[in-house]
C-alpha cells in the first residue's frame, strides 16, 4: 500500500504576542483547520479561552485568538494541541489499515 503525505505552506502573521496571549491571522485557511485546533485547545486547563474567526469564506483568513494561563506560553500550548491531533489521526488511521 502506498501512503504518501502532502505538504501545505500557511502564511501566519503575527498581530500581537504577548507571555500569555498571541493573535494571529492565517492566510488561505478556513473552519477546517482551525475547529479542531480550538476544540483540542479548549479541552486544555491551561487554555483561558481560543478562538477565531474568517473575515470572509472568499478570502479565507482566519484571526486567531488564544490566552493561556498558568505561565506557559501560548506557542508551546498550540503545539502541544497539534501534537495530540497528528497522534489521533495516526491512531485513527492505524485502525483503519489494521482493521482488514
Given at each position: 500500500?502506498?501512503?504518501?503525505?502532502?505538504?501545505?505552506?500557511?502564511?501566519?502573521?503575527?498581530?500581537?504576542?504577548?507571555?500569555?496571549?498571541?493573535?494571529?491571522?492565517?492566510?488561505?485557511?478556513?473552519?477546517?483547520?482551525?475547529?479542531?485546533?480550538?476544540?483540542?485547545?479548549?479541552?486544555?486547563?491551561?487554555?483561558?479561552?481560543a478562538?477565531?474567526?474568517?473575515?470572509?469564506?472568499?478570502?479565507?483568513?482566519?484571526?486567531?485568538?488564544?490566552?493561556?494561563?498558568?505561565?506557559?506560553?501560548?506557542?508551546?500550548?498550540?503545539?502541544?494541541?497539534?501534537?495530540?491531533?497528528?497522534?489521533?489521526?495516526?491512531?485513527?488511521?492505524?485502525?483503519f489499515?489494521?482493521?482488514?
Amino acid at each position: 500500500m502506498l501512503l504518501f503525505h502532502i505538504v501545505f505552506v500557511i502564511k501566519i502573521s503575527i498581530v500581537r504576542a504577548e507571555d500569555n496571549y498571541l493573535e494571529a491571522v492565517v492566510q488561505g485557511e478556513t473552519y477546517t483547520l482551525f475547529a479542531p485546533l480550538i476544540e483540542y485547545l479548549l479541552k486544555r486547563p491551561d487554555v483561558e479561552y481560543a478562538m477565531y474567526d474568517v473575515d470572509h469564506p472568499l478570502t479565507q483568513n482566519v484571526r486567531f485568538r488564544i490566552k493561556t494561563k498558568g505561565g506557559k506560553p501560548p506557542l508551546d500550548v498550540i503545539k502541544d494541541a497539534v501534537n495530540a491531533i497528528l497522534k489521533d489521526i495516526e491512531e485513527l488511521e492505524n485502525g483503519f489499515l489494521h482493521s482488514s
